[in-house]
């Protein structure tokens, strides 16, 4: 009879957040030293922005800010400091990919109402990308093995699982991962996720 143990690892080769297809905004960023977002214009930022083929009329757009202080995080806001942060880009959700994202029709008017919901989506967008470069990243392995009946030996099964890629450290991202195991797994992924840094 297998024995299973479940452990969560941190996923140091993850795919950028910024690869999905689902992303409402498009993040442009100029740092010396980082590739960040999805683009690396070569024009200055005001360049960049003041071209209405990158930020049409009636964009929502947010500014990006950088602290790199033992690691790189990102935020839509600043981080006050002077000496280890500072804007390094913008954010920006056009008018057309607000109506695609929201399933609006192509020539629907941008409401207020709308407009607050694509900023707070944008957000949500930037927490995750900075859960990403942070390497707040995950997995779950679940080693199945048994105990040879000759030697008395542990020996590996074939029946392990394991899936990578789970973004964030609340309770969420937990339950996702619960979705892709087995229920009778599900104490033991709890407690290797608590046990986890």
């Not at 005001?46 to 947010?62: K, Q």
């Not at 995750?128 to 080693?143: K, L, P």
């Not at 040879?148 to 392990?160: F, K, L, N, R």
Request: hydrophobic residues 35%; negative net charge; aromatic residues 8%.
């Amino acid at each position: 009879m297998s024995e299973y143990t479940v452990k969560v690892i941190q996923d140091t080769d993850a795919e950028s957040p910024r690869a999905f297809d689902c992303n409402m905004g498009l993040m442009a960023c100029w740092h010396r030293r980082y590739k960040l977002g999805d683009v690396q214009p070569k024009e200055s930022p005001s360049d960049w922005i003041d071209d209405t083929d990158n930020v049409p009329e009636g964009s929502v757009t947010l500014p990006l800010f950088l602290m790199d202080h033992s690691g790189i995080s990102m935020s839509t806001g600043s981080y006050h400091d002077r000496w280890d942060s500072g804007r390094v880009g913008v954010i920006v959700a056009t008018p057309a990919k607000i109506r695609e994202c929201f399933a609006l029709a192509k020539d629907a008017e941008i409401t207020e109402e709308i407009r607050a919901k694509a900023t707070e989506n944008l957000k949500g967008e930037v927490s995750t990308y900075d859960d990403f470069i942070r390497g707040n990243v995950w997995g779950y392995v679940i080693e199945a093995h048994h105990t040879c009946g000759e030697c008395g030996s542990m020996v590996d099964d074939d029946d392990g699982d394991s899936c990578w890629g789970f973004i964030g450290s609340d309770k969420s991202t937990l339950e996702a991962m619960k979705e892709h195991v087995d229920k009778k797994h599900h104490a033991a992924l709890e407690a290797a996720w608590d046990k986890r840094f």
